[in-house]
């Protein structure tokens, strides 16, 4: 094999490395997915999740802060109606939050409530919504939180 093979080799692993720490949002999510349709009890739906990971989430978009997993820490799967959507985290620690919305856009928030992200959604999409809860810090970062899931403004 060539000098120049093995380089050219070498390059494209290179450009590539980068799309490994990418979010993927087709992994099972780690604390579970819930169905939810408009109107739905009780309200807020909350579930514990394990906030933090190993990926920068700024990688996804410059607004987006903290470190978070690959894979997602929950997945909704919402029936719009004429109602909101609330989706935020509530933590003892820094937390943000990372969704990819049923449109695929990434939309991300640290910081809403004190430290506490929330995102909002007047005329919610109905879809897939896969979501991150991250922590502000390094990555060896982890922290207990709660995440919230309301179609009332909380």
């Not at 909704?76 to 969704?99: E, Q, R």
């Not at 990555?139 to 919230?148: R, V």
Request: with cysteine.
């Amino acid at each position: 094999m060539s000098f120049k093979t093995i380089l050219a080799a070498g390059i494209a692993a290179a450009s590539f490395a980068g799309l490994a720490a990418a979010q993927d949002w087709s992994l099972q999510p780690t604390f579970g997915t819930v169905n939810l349709n408009s109107g739905f009890t009780p309200d807020p739906y909350t579930v514990a999740i394990t906030a933090g990971g190993t990926i920068e989430a700024s990688n996804l978009s410059s607004s987006c802060r903290g470190m978070i997993a690959n894979a997602p820490d929950f997945r909704l799967n919402f029936s719009a109606g004429s109602l909101p959507l609330y989706i935020s985290a509530y933590s003892s620690a820094d937390t943000t939050l990372v969704v990819n919305g049923p449109d695929g856009s990434w939309y991300c928030n640290d910081d809403t409530n004190g430290l506490d992200p929330a995102l909002a959604w007047g005329s919610p999409e109905s879809g897939q919504y896969d979501i991150w809860i991250g922590t502000y810090g390094t990555n060896s970062d982890l922290a207990s939180s709660t995440l919230h899931i309301s179609e009332l403004h909380d």
